[in-house]
DNA sequence: TCGTTTTTGTGAATGTTTTCACAAACTTTT
DNA sequence: AAAAGTTTGTGAAAACATTCACAAAAACGA
């Protein structure tokens, strides 16, 4: 599954001064130490924050006879990606990586799980039970990612009481002052466009600080709260403009928002 | 919803000879005149692909009493773009916009559904008919987009036979043939991480071209077949990020993937 | 111990996307 | 009919992201 999205932005702070080689233990990647604790340096990149994951759950998904190392190159030829873009990925949230030997599995996943903050229990609600609502709320998967949702919302009197995967179905006149009571920072909308600025306010009003959005619809919210809208129909627009104008066979290798290449072509096949 | 992805890439071609201000019958944004009919001029940047639905549906949902036309700063103002963006964007598909007047709303909303292909009936399968894949085939506002579900698959005997939202569910072993003999040209894959790879080389045996993947994995296709992978856990990575690092209530407008923000700052506010 | 090999990490170069600044064009007003 | 005021469209500049090329470090072997 693929997302998109955003926070705010400030400008990179990159001393240009700096000497091209520091000793390891000063110049970490982008991390620095502070209080013993390794940190990011303030700045990733949008792309690099969304394949960053990806790489969480290649490295989740190996065999479990494969070695406790593995290198760039591996995971770049696993995933279809540059190998210095993957290096440069890493560099940006572990220090792990040894030269010859490559990156010790379990301690990259420690840090991409630590950097992505999978760690942290963020404790969620879902807002529409329609049939998308139904489907997440019935997905247990979430969990691996460090997200709980703890109820679900709805209008409907008839799903109002009920448990759906144990999580229990609340009015959501309530959506508000729940949110504030138990404090839930991440609100998920699966309201039709027509409700979703409206649960949107009641979120923000409640103290939600995220938004993930499956509303069609661009949303407006306090400062401080970050709107991610999940967006099918731009999936689906690159697929269907792929059957538009290669509807002859074209070479074509596989291609999604992680690999590297940048245009879309409009006939040519070389 | 959001969506990232991708095609493969050609060479810009851009005439660097050519002069500033050619007369506007000649050059016509991105596009040019063939046959009559005005093309893409070859050349679309798969961000502006994704952003033309966005704006496809923000005019679709415009109130019935708006004005017959709208500027770029009008648009851009609502879906929290730059103006520019907007214009160039559109520029790439359309070439309606009329200096004082702005853009007609309808003549745009064809010229991207032109563009976008969602005139044109594609003619999908579903398969896994698990909780999104029920879901995704009880939606029944993929027509919007041009897209028609005409049947879904999947291993499971009690679900066999049946039909859900009108779509009768055949086992997974017709899957090849029934997409050869139908004509089906995308698949959606909403079935487990480990059946994916066999399922999508059973799409591309049936000759299908585009294939949407919700399974958290890479998939291999062969050349000429798309694969977009939906990716949940990007989206997530964006929103865990964003509550892990602005724990205190900073400044911060909505953000998505279409907006023009770029860097992911990780401790000042500004 | 020292050289060889492999792999990380990154400055610089390249490529892409967005933003800026402004010419052109259309409408309205005088 | 001409001038004024908007709004489009785009070249050029700036910002951003990826790739290239290579220095440094670790492992291994002689």
Same sequence: chains 1, 2.
């Avoid at 989740?60 to 190998?83: F, K, T, Y």
Wanted: glycine residues 10%; positive net charge; aromatic residues 8%.
């Amino acid at each position: 599954m693929g997302f998109v999205f955003f926070a705010f932005y400030r400008y990179l702070f990159i001393d240009k001064t700096r000497p091209k080689w520091m000793p390891a233990s000063e110049r970490i990647g982008n991390l620095r130490k502070e209080g013993g604790m390794l940190m990011a340096s303030g700045n990733i990149s949008r792309l690099t924050l969304q394949r960053l994951p990806t790489y969480l759950s290649y490295l989740r998904n190996l065999p479990e006879d494969s070695p406790p190392n593995i290198s760039a190159a591996a995971i770049a030829a696993g995933l279809g990606l540059g190998e210095v873009q993957v290096r440069k990925d890493i560099a940006s949230v572990s220090n792990v990586g040894k030269p010859k030997t490559g990156y010790p599995v379990s301690a990259l996943i420690q840090d991409l799980e630590h950097f992505l903050g999978y760690g942290v229990c963020n404790r969620a609600v879902l807002v529409g039970v329609g049939n998308l609502g139904l489907a997440l709320l019935s997905y247990s998967g979430f969990a691996e990612y460090g997200l709980h949702i703890i109820a679900a919302f709805d209008v409907n009197h008839a799903l109002i009481g009920s448990r759906i995967n144990q999580k229990p179905v609340l009015p959501v006149e309530q959506l508000s002052s729940f949110c504030r009571e138990s404090g839930v920072q991440l609100g998920i909308l699966t309201v039709p466009a027509c409700a979703a600025q409206s649960c949107c306010n009641a979120l923000a009003q409640g103290g939600v600080r995220a938004v993930w959005s499956f509303a069609p619809v661009h949303l407006q919210a306090p400062p401080g709260v970050l709107v991610q809208r999940e967006n099918m129909a731009s999936s689906l627009a690159l697929l269907s403009y792929h059957l538009k104008t290669q509807s002859g066979s074209l070479k074509e290798s596989e291609t999604n928002s992680l690999a590297a290449e940048k245009k879309i072509g409009g006939k040519s096949n070389g």
